[in-house]
């Protein structure tokens, strides 16, 4: 008898597994389950199918080369046996067996198995809302939802839509319908802020005012009590309001399928997931798990994490399938990193955001920089927009969040953050971190090396200011004249202000402030201000230089004043 | 007295190190020294202004906010005074003095100093041609060249350019004719292939057949011996041929200005440089130095380094700073990671090629992997080539090079390597680094991972195969009947190469293997091909597996073969 591998799951990690250990070992048996007719699609391709970007639903489920990943392909191609629309109902660790139930007949079988690996996933996390289960409302949990929903747009049965939870999918989702179908699109959160734990409040709001721009509508701070309709999805209702609807997403995060690992006795998480080791296996040796249904490693602060991604399913399948013929392959971990395009701009990010990482017992604090993306004097550069976390005590970098039009070039940065995470990199390994320079791609002090240089300033003390959300509090209360705000820019760039606000704002060049620095009052906060915060630092120190005890710079300058929509 | 530093060399390296000091102890006096009246300017941006891309020449010398970085801005600003047009001719160490000669008056000057900084820069290479000082022969070495191209050009005085030397600036160089101003452009080079030393030649050649295709000539191979021309240049020439030019670039590579430090007693490479440590001092603890004229370390193997880039001088010239004011930074070496835009592609790479590999010492393969740089069925996807050069006893990544049309992307997954080179990664590192993932912007499995799973694969012996130049060269053969190449793509990919080598070119699709192997011979080398080398690799595995002794596929399939111009 040749050894019988079997995967539970066929979506992202059970694919990969099975066919990576079957690559290695030809000779043995590998058969993949899936409860669903549809499997070893690209869920994440969801909203770019449901926007039209994809044109057909079965392109999430082909190769690149335009193969369906259906079940004569694995027979053909990759010699793997799958069972769709077929339940594990219980797995025997004794007696190495699996129960399945096939869904068409309800028959009943067992499989004998000499490994087996456990992908299956995650379970869209429901609400719990009268209503919840009209017609209309959807999970993006699986393909079959995708078509319905592009069935319903497609047909002009969708003219408002209302999502409820501001993560990713979300987002993603609200795009989809604002951006190519032109409805009317309604986000509502529980959290007061987009991406929350994701980002810091900040960039949320300069990537909401972006979507805003495109037409969607927030309701942040909001708990939705109950959906409405007769027969079908009709309203959703929020203590603060009814919004009208003609289908509902909601998009409130996953839970992992840990049931079946449970009930056969494995280690899990109290919080839910399948645990694994670096080798991907679980507390039985001959059975694997990884994907949405296990918990994994934070490269941050070495916690248990939950991290269901296609990206991390993909790589944890594969270092499976080598571990099931025999390898010592490991999964270090993850340290979270993420990205999401909002219509014209992509937020992104890797590690802990300044609230996440307070959460988590460090004494952190961020600093935020505006810089183009390369060199300055390039046609193409975009505004960069990061935030970088830091441990007041080790200097270590904690994450890093940024927002940019161009999102490649704000990914690539990520990444290079993200590759060195495992390492616990302090803020000077950034700021000389290599990035390939020419001027068409970055810039020779990069983006990156001076958003870390100014975290170094920051913890050093030589940096002391605040972001744009200070900034609004303290011109909020202009009229108390507790603040002296001081523009530093030249005379051209400040004059407009000084025109509109001419008892509170104020203007030195940067370069004038030694021969001018007696104007400024010295019983009171002066608050500095320039384009994008480089000036400001710089007078900054000049400042504190010639003994002024309270001076503090506006990072990012009028540049994320702007994006965040500050009213000035 | 209050401190005093002397900054000798006022480009990238010099202002920042002068700057970065001046901020950390504003009490001290900062003196920065230029031979030239333009100084702190963005030398890797010339191309950009020959093309016409950055329209003023000033905006090489502006800062992000528009000032032009002259001496009353560094005065003003920086608090930094200028001392331009002006050279050092001597350093006496034991003394702190520096000697200097006023270049428009001849006058002769000595400053003490307290602590030296030594950005002398390089110098471009001179061939020693006859006739390489006529009027119209460029070295792109400072702004003045840049001024006089830019004019001559815009005067309409040049017709038809030719470039020595396909190194980046060369190449850039080229662009800038061929593609905004229409010139007859002709790249002449003494190695066989473009980016020599940078690149593969396959990778070379896959970049070179871009350029042609917009126009610029190659000459590779080919060594110039004279340059001719009445009162200004009118000819190129080689032993093959000669070239008609309006102007001639000469890029071949620069030398460290080192002579200063060489002639104090300052310890310096054999082959030129300064040496330094970590901290960036040199072998006089009060005397730093950095950027064009300083040897780092190599990152990949330890080796002393030369890498004239302006952003290892930024970079090392704020860790100059920093220490100027009695801080500790290092800056620990580079890996060498550089990027070059080539009319709509980006090549771009870190680390070892395969030939520096092997030259260093090191038992190197590389393999090459062409993929979607994000989700396959995202409708902006490039294709981006890579190829990962890799230790075969280690398994240790050695380094990466790649050619895509977005540049943004391949230079993100460059830096993603480039990043991690200092902790000597191995294929596994790379197989699990963290890409951010979603489909927009990576791949759920990345381009970046694939590649070094290839590598894990070749290391292992599971893929065995070669690139487009081996391919071309059974191809040539094909003939001889030595080779029996098949096809493993479904029939109607196979088809028209079916019909145009009825007697060479066979198909079976890889799925029908199993059942159609018998009709393959065994008594030659099977070479498979596909669209990209996925099928073929798990074709091999499968034809392995039958017995099949000498199965080859060939990496990067179709998409290669064309873009190396392969004839087929």
């Not at 991907?280 to 694997?288: A, G, Y």
């Not at 390939?436 to 001076?450: E, G, I, R």
């Not at 500095?528 to 400001?536: A, E, F, P």
Request: glycine residues 10%; negative net charge.
């Amino acid at each position: 008898m040749p050894e019988h591998v079997v995967v539970i799951g066929a979506v992202a990690l059970g694919p990969k597994a099975a066919c990576r250990f079957k690559r290695l070992k030809q000779d043995a048996k590998v058969t993949l389950i899936d409860k669903d007719d549809i499997f070893s699609y690209g869920g994440c391709g969801i909203p770019y199918y449901v926007s039209g970007d994809v044109s057909e639903a079965n392109q999430l489920r082909t190769t690149a080369f335009h193969m369906v990943r259906d079940e004569p392909f694995f027979h053909d191609i990759k010699g793997v046996d799958v069972l769709s629309l077929t339940e594990a109902t219980k797995i025997d660790r004794a007696n190495k067996k699996v129960y399945i139930k096939d869904l068409r007949t309800g028959k009943e079988d067992v499989l004998d198995y000499d490994q087996l690996v456990i992908g299956t996933g995650a379970t869209p996390r429901k609400l719990s809302l009268p209503g919840e289960d009209l017609p209309g409302v959807y999970y993006v949990g699986n393909m079959h939802d995708a078509e319905k929903i592009k069935a319903s747009i497609t047909k002009g049965e969708i003219g408002k839509a209302v999502v409820v939870g501001a993560g990713f999918i979300g987002l993603e989702m609200a795009e989809a319908f604002a951006d190519m179908w032109g409805i009317d699109t309604t986000v509502v959160e529980i959290a007061p802020q987009i991406l929350p734990r994701m980002v810091s409040p900040v960039l949320a709001r300069i990537a909401q005012n972006h979507m805003e721009e495109q037409g969607v509508t927030f309701h942040l701070g909001q708990t939705v009590t109950k959906i409405e309709g007769e027969g079908k999805v009709q309203k959703v209702v929020t203590p603060e309001q009814t919004i009208e609807a003609d289908i509902v997403i909601i998009s409130a995060g996953v839970i992992p399928n840990d049931k079946l690992a449970r009930d056969c006795g494995l280690d899990c998480s109290e919080r839910g997931g399948i645990l694994v080791d670096e080798s991907m296996r679980t507390s039985d040796p001959l059975i694997f798990s990884g994907g949405d249904c296990a918990i994994i490693k934070n490269l941050v602060d070495d916690s248990p994490f939950f991290l269901p991604m296609g990206s991390m399913a993909n790589r944890q399948g594969r270092v499976i399938g080598s571990n099931l013929a025999g390898a010592s392959e490991t999964f270090p971990g993850a340290a979270g990193s993420f990205c999401v395009k909002l219509f014209e701009k992509a937020a992104a990010g890797v590690g802990m955001s300044l609230a996440g990482a307070k959460q988590a017992g460090f004494d952190a604090i961020s600093v935020m920089l505006i810089m183009a993306d390369r060199a300055h004097f390039y046609p193409t550069k975009d505004m960069m927009t990061l935030e970088m976390v830091v441990d007041r005590k080790t200097r270590r970098v904690l994450g890093m969040q940024g927002v940019s039009a161009n999102g490649d070039a704000l990914v690539g940065r990520v990444d290079s953050v993200a590759a060195i995470m495992k390492y616990k990199p302090t803020v000077a390994d950034v700021s000389n971190l290599e990035v390939a320079y020419s001027p068409p791609y970055a810039a020779a002090m990069d983006v990156l090396n001076a958003m870390a240089n100014m975290a170094d300033n920051a913890l050093n003390g030589l940096n002391h200011g605040h972001g744009p959300d200070t900034f609004e509090e303290y011109w909020k209360e202009r009229e108390s004249g507790k603040y002296y705000f001081l523009d530093v820019r030249e005379h051209a760039d400040a004059e407009p202000f000084l025109n509109k606000y001419p008892e509170y704002w104020h203007n030195i060049p940067q370069g004038e402030i030694p021969k001018r620095f007696k104007e400024l009052p010295t019983d009171k906060p002066l608050v500095l201000i320039c384009n994008t915060g480089g000036r400001s630092f710089e007078a900054q120190i000049m400042l504190d230089g010639l003994g002024f005890k309270d001076v503090r710079n506006t990072q990012g300058g009028m540049a994320v004043l702007k994006a965040y929509g500050c009213d000035i």
